[in-house]
């Protein structure tokens, strides 16, 4: 079964930038047909697609976040990972992987906690 994993600081301060790591086993991140999405949810709101990197290493963002999101992946380790720079609190959230196919994600990691706070 595909297993993913969030991974990387749960305090972040403000200005600086916000990095994540998801480590996917059961399944390699160069299958032809998937991609690999970042996805949050700030507390009392609903879950909000952030971006992904397709199979082939493609990536695509939510305009409202894209000039702050990279996206990136190292497939000798499986894994991709998430950059948001200039963080506010206003991005503390809990932070999520999954994999996605063309109807849904279908596969997705546990959630980290990532707050901003100085």
């Known amino acids: 079964q595909v297993q993913l994993q969030e991974s990387g600081p749960g305090l972040v301060k403000p200005s600086q930038t916000l990095s994540l790591t998801c480590t996917v086993s059961?399944?390699?991140?160069?299958?032809?047909?998937?991609?690999w999405s970042w996805i949050r949810q700030p507390p009392g709101k609903g879950l909000e697609w952030m971006g992904v990197i397709t199979y082939d290493g493609s990536t695509y963002y939510s305009p409202s976040l894209k000039s702050r999101t990279s996206i990136s992946r190292d497939t000798s380790k499986n894994q991709f990972s998430l950059q948001l720079s200039s963080v506010t609190p206003k991005d503390t959230a809990v932070y999520y992987c999954?994999?996605?196919?063309?109807?849904?994600?279908?596969?997705w990691g546990q959630g980290t906690q990532v707050t901003v706070s100085s």
């Open positions: 059961g399944g390699s991140i160069t299958t032809s047909g998937y991609a």
């Open positions: 999954a994999r996605r196919n063309y109807y849904s994600c279908e596969y």
